[in-house]
């Protein structure tokens, strides 16, 4: 009796071999945290599940027994993406997107409220006529009565409270704010959501140069950030508008650090801070991006 000795299939090894790849470079690009340049930090634990199954999905395909005809094309549907995520890339700047920047509050630039939508192009509102009157179906003698509860109710909380209890780098008393770049997108968020509250304040912050003749004014800048909610695909410049006389002389993506004024300016309803400059000096560039989420 002649025994054969077993035969390799060399597509199901061929096929192991890039499961086996995918999952050690999805295990590298997240021990080494360079994941973060293409997806938020929240996705982590999504990546080391599918490096598991990668890596089970390698070991279980070399137990298939040998075929006749080997076919290894469709392995370059992991191939490429393994060599575009390990071969190295530079940061992104503003001339690679292929949008403006957004402000706080939700507002993006261009729109005509705080991410809200244009009503006109909202369709036709449903009939409310059919809707009963509130006094038909309830009696108002079952309302109870909240006159006890309204009576110990306390006194708001200033917003200034509010906000140094969360956030660092206020300083009430002189009205100053040094936003730090840890701060910087939570910081800009309470200023566009309570405005009024930092009116007059000076304030501090380090950002990248953004100018766009289309958005702003000729004396008009915006020290931004790169900010993602979800993945690389989404990246967002984020800032707000500054006054500076000499906007001229500032290049694009040169980083920056602003001295300023908080002043409101109103557009479309819309009550926004904006910063008059007092001193701008040379930054280094920050690495990274801001994950709001």
Same mark, same amino acid.
């Given at each position: 009796?002649?025994?054969?000795?077993?035969?390799?299939?060399?597509?199901?090894?061929?096929?192991?071999?890039?499961?086996?790849?995918?999952?050690?470079?999805?295990?590298?690009?997240?021990?080494?945290?360079?994941?973060?340049?293409?997806?938020?930090?929240?996705?982590?634990?999504?990546?080391?599940?599918?490096?598991?199954?990668?890596?089970?999905?390698?070991?279980?395909?070399?137990?298939?027994?040998?075929?006749?005809?080997?076919?290894?094309?469709?392995?370059?549907?992991?191939?490429? !993406?393994? $060599?575009?995520? %390990? *071969?190295?890339?530079?940061?992104?700047?503003?001339?690679?997107? /292929?949008? =403006?920047? &957004?402000?706080?509050?939700?507002?993006?630039?261009?729109?005509?409220?705080?991410?809200?939508?244009?009503?006109?192009?909202?369709?036709?509102?449903?009939?409310?006529?059919?809707?009963?009157?509130?006094?038909?179906?309830?009696?108002?003698?079952?309302? !109870?009565? $909240?006159?006890? %509860? *309204?009576?110990?109710?306390?006194?708001?909380?200033?917003?200034? /409270?509010? =906000?140094? &209890?969360?956030?660092?780098?206020?300083?009430?008393?002189?009205?100053?704010?040094?936003?730090?770049?840890?701060?910087?997108?939570?910081?800009?968020?309470?200023?566009?959501?309570?405005?009024?509250?930092?009116?007059?304040?000076?304030?501090?912050?380090?950002?990248?140069?953004?100018?766009?003749?289309?958005?702003?004014?000729?004396?008009?800048?915006?020290?931004?950030?790169?900010?993602?909610?979800?993945?690389?695909?989404?990246?967002?410049?984020?800032?707000?508008?500054?006054?500076?006389?000499?906007?001229?002389?500032?290049?694009?993506?040169?980083?920056?650090?602003?001295?300023?004024?908080?002043?409101?300016?109103?557009?479309?309803?819309?009550?926004?801070?904006?910063?008059?400059?007092?001193?701008?000096?040379?930054?280094?560039?920050?690495?990274?991006?801001?994950?709001?989420?």
């Amino acid at each position: 009796m002649v025994v054969r000795p077993k035969l390799l299939n060399a597509q199901a090894f061929l096929e192991s071999l890039c499961c086996f790849s995918f999952s050690v470079s999805t295990l590298y690009l997240v021990t080494s945290g360079q994941y973060l340049a293409y997806v938020t930090p929240r996705m982590k634990p999504y990546l080391y599940f599918t490096a598991a199954v990668m890596l089970l999905w390698s070991w279980t395909g070399l137990g298939r027994p040998p075929q006749h005809k080997t076919r290894s094309a469709h392995c370059l549907v992991l191939a490429l !993406p393994i $060599l575009l995520l %390990l *071969l190295p890339h530079g940061p992104l700047s503003t001339s690679d997107l /292929s949008y =403006a920047f &957004a402000r706080g509050g939700g507002a993006r630039s261009g729109d005509s409220t705080p991410g809200g939508p244009d009503i006109s192009e909202i369709g036709d509102l449903p009939d409310l006529s059919a809707i009963p009157d509130p006094s038909d179906i309830l009696d108002p003698s079952d309302i !109870p009565d $909240l006159s006890e %509860l *309204l009576s110990g109710e306390s006194p708001p909380v200033p917003q200034d /409270s509010v =906000a140094s &209890a969360a956030l660092s780098g206020l300083d009430a008393s002189a009205k100053r704010i040094t936003i730090s770049d840890g701060e910087f997108y939570p910081w800009l968020e309470e200023m566009f959501m309570n405005p009024d509250t930092y009116a007059g304040y000076a304030v501090k912050m380090t950002g990248f140069v953004l100018k766009d003749p289309e958005l702003l004014q000729p004396d008009e800048f915006v020290p931004a950030r790169l900010v993602m909610s979800c993945c690389v695909a989404d990246l967002l410049p984020y800032g707000m508008i500054c006054k500076y006389e000499k906007t001229e002389e500032l290049q694009n993506d040169t980083w920056v650090t602003v001295e300023g004024v908080i002043h409101i300016t109103e557009e479309n309803g819309y009550r926004e801070p904006q910063a008059r400059i007092t001193a701008i000096t040379p930054a280094a560039a920050i690495e990274g991006y801001i994950y709001p989420f």
